[in-house]
């Protein structure tokens, strides 16, 4: 069964600053891997698709990477913004499901 | 906007009614997926339905009763709801390999 883990759970860093979150999932046999924002009480926002056979994808400030034989993803934000603070989910897709992990909340300070 | 909607966007329902939850999307999609997120837990994936065919049901409890008329519109029907149930239903959608998109929720307050 496929397991999706984030760390940290919570972040809290100044404004200005590069950060890394982190994603791990129990089984490589994925499709893809997605990174989206939630904004509390909205939906979530795509930020970041990587297919199984690419190694990384980048928008803008943000850049995601996948090593999926160690079943792992990072998001790196740079020059964070206070508008960044979100709650960042990554999800992977296996089979027909996405299954997606607790989630980062991040806070940029002012 | 990602061109997924859902209606209503809040909903507070008593536990003997019966109300139902839309979903549309008019992006070609033919997946269809109805996820439950409540606090403190990661979103849970109730039900995946393809070229109108559930193919998930993540062992859902039957008061949940999910419709997929065409590969545009998701359904979710509720019935007899406990309060455990109040949550941020959320829809997706997808072709292929490609990006999910989500819709805005629908905010579940059962009481």
């Known amino acids: 069964k496929q397991e999706v883990t984030q760390i940290p759970a919570a972040l809290s860093v100044p404004e200005g600053e590069n950060l890394v979150l982190n994603c791990s999932f129990t089984d490589s046999a994925i499709y893809n891997l997605q990174w989206f924002r939630q904004d509390p009480g909205k939906g979530l926002t795509s930020l970041l698709l990587i297919q199984s056979s690419q190694r990384e994808q980048t928008s803008g400030r943000l850049n995601a990477s996948l090593d999926k034989s160690s079943g792992r993803s990072t998001l790196y934000i740079a020059a964070s913004q206070p508008g960044d603070s979100a709650t960042y989910l990554c999800?992977?897709?296996?089979?027909?499901?996405?299954?997606f992990g607790k989630g980062t909340r991040l806070h940029i300070l002012p | 906007e990602t061109g997924v909607t859902q209606t209503p966007r809040h909903l507070v329902m008593g536990m003997t009614n019966k109300k139902s939850l839309k979903c549309e999307q008019h992006?070609?999609?033919?997946?269809m997926y109805w996820y439950k997120q409540s606090a403190k837990k990661p979103l849970e994936l109730m039900f995946v339905y393809n070229f109108k065919e559930q193919t998930e049901n993540n062992s859902v409890p039957s008061r949940f009763s999910p419709e997929c008329p065409n590969s545009s519109h998701l359904f979710l029907h509720l019935h007899t709801l406990q309060p455990e149930d109040s949550a941020l239903y959320l829809c997706?959608?997808?072709?292929?390999?490609?990006?999910?998109?989500f819709g805005q929720g629908t905010r579940l307050t059962v009481v």
């Open positions: 992006l070609g999609h033919n997946a």
């Open positions: 999800a992977v897709r296996s089979d027909d499901k996405i299954i």
């Open positions: 997706a959608s997808k072709i292929g390999n490609t990006e999910a998109f």
